[in-house]
């Protein structure tokens, strides 16, 4: 049978826009209230659940990305929360999750789940509540029952043997899950790029998910090394005792009254043959889990030292435009702007140069020797340098004489001049400032110079710190 001939075609059409979050929780919120042992919900209380627990969802409700076949009628005005849960409500109704029936005695609508919702419901409960969910000792319940039963021989001991046979499938189960589960952040690791990517799903994802809740106790109380031998050896003991393996067909023979004796001892042999050859096949299985661990703890530990030692060469550069690429690799648009911005960002030219001998025959290629690169000049100490050439050029313009006279004129009948009142009229005034501040400290200067404080002044259009010079005579 075809799985849609019993879901309706629109069934989970409501997971599909953006509204899906707000759907799921309603649903939630719908299977929490049958869990509390609400046989019938009332479609009003569903409402009142709907406006108060989910409040935050409904305001952010958007009608416009609802399909046509599921929007109100132009003449209903749905914009507060009443209305937006009746609309859920609705929606719900139209797309199979649930059914709505009158109660004629009372006049009341309650909600009805049909089997498969109440079935996909729990199993939405169930990947939420995963985290909280605690370990199922499986192997060891195993051995306590069979143990408790074959000491016991009462009449449960059908029972029993069906309820170890369901703990052994689901202990499969179980297993192949851990598997797939570090696979699956094997797999991961490949697609991270950051130290604490790494580390966090190691320690704080992998341990306490995987390593803490199912490897370690199959390592420990649950071991299957340790249970193993003892639950082969009861099963195999009734298996071959006919006075038990009679009173297991016996007590079935109650329960299946249509099935003759040796279709029941058929069965029972074929569960008991099931368990012991699961639990001989299991240390490989675990052998091959513990391989995965391995692996998947050295990989994280080398992608950590990898990441933490990063070449810084071209070749880690090139790593790094390797590791944004792939990062990309599934999305178009944003691959091709890398590739875009790498083309643009590399050139490859030759280059060459033409000398006095490039235009006779034969030519002859010359290439550049390997040289040492120019040292890196210290800028300060270059200042200075260029200060000292400079003072050295200009010493034999700008004389003593010249530069005393200069001073007087700006000096005048003042015994104290600001440089904010020096006439620089033009380059050379600037100058004399300049060589006026340098002779400051020789014998035959006749005034002094002092720094006011750190300011700078401007002077048609020079910038100079804020000077004060007095004349010697009167200082």
Not at 291 to 311: G, Q, R
Not at 328 to 355: A, H, T
């Amino acid at each position: 049978m075809n799985l849609f001939d019993i879901l309706p075609i629109k069934y989970f059409s409501i997971f599909s826009g953006k509204n899906r979050s707000i759907y799921a929780e309603s649903l939630l919120i719908l299977y929490e209230m049958l869990e509390n042992d609400e046989n019938a919900i009332n479609k009003t209380d569903y409402i009142k659940a709907l406006k108060e627990k989910g409040k935050k969802e409904l305001e952010n409700l958007d009608l416009l990305e609802e399909e046509e076949d599921f929007k109100s009628d132009e003449n209903i005005i749905i914009d507060n929360l009443s209305t937006k849960a009746s609309f859920l409500v609705r929606r719900l109704e139209e797309t199979g999750w649930i059914n709505i029936a009158m109660n004629t005695e009372t006049m009341e609508e309650t909600i009805i789940l049909p089997v498969y919702s109440i079935f996909i419901l729990k199993t939405f409960r169930d990947i939420i509540s995963d985290e909280e969910s605690p370990y199922l000792s499986l192997v060891h319940s195993t051995y306590s029952e069979l143990k408790l039963e074959d000491e016991e021989q009462d009449d449960l001991m059908y029972i029993t043997l069906v309820r170890c046979y369901e703990n052994t499938k689901k202990l499969k189960v179980e297993l192949i899950t851990l598997s797939h589960s570090i696979r699956i952040f094997q797999s991961k690791l490949g697609k991270m790029f950051q130290t604490n990517e790494v580390l966090y799903d190691f320690f704080d994802v992998y341990k306490y998910k995987i390593l803490d809740r199912y490897y370690h106790p199959l390592k420990t109380f649950d071991s299957v090394a340790k249970f193993k031998r003892p639950i082969i050896t009861i099963l195999e003991n009734w298996l071959n005792n006919k006075e038990i393996r009679n009173k297991l067909v016996l007590l079935s023979s109650i329960a299946n009254t249509s099935l003759p004796k040796e279709e029941i001892e058929k069965d029972i042999i074929t569960k008991i043959n099931y368990i012991t050859d699961t639990y001989h096949s299991l240390n490989s299985v675990i052998n091959h889990i513990d391989k995965e661990n391995s692996a998947y703890t050295k990989s994280s530990t080398n992608k950590i030292l990898y990441l933490n030692n990063n070449d810084k060469s071209i070749k880690g550069h090139l790593e790094n435009i390797f590791k944004a690429y792939s990062k990309s690799v599934n999305d178009p648009r944003s691959l091709s702007k890398i590739l875009s911005k790498m083309q643009d960002s590399i050139y490859l030219y030759e280059q060459g140069y033409v000398d006095s001998e490039s235009i006779t025959f034969p030519i002859l290629r010359k290439y550049n020797e390997d040289t040492s690169p120019m040292q890196i000049v210290d800028f300060d100490f270059a200042n200075d340098e260029i200060m000292k050439d400079f003072l050295e050029a200009t010493k034999n313009i700008y004389t003593d004489e010249k530069i005393y006279e200069f001073m007087e004129n700006c000096f005048g009948d003042s015994d104290t001049l600001r440089v904010e009142d020096m006439p620089l009229t033009n380059f050379e005034a600037f100058i004399c400032l300049i060589f006026a501040t340098v002779k400051k400290d020789n014998k035959d200067c006749f005034y002094t110079m002092e720094l006011v404080d750190n300011k700078k002044i401007i002077n048609n259009h020079y910038r100079v710190p804020h000077f004060l010079f007095k004349r010697k005579e009167n200082n």
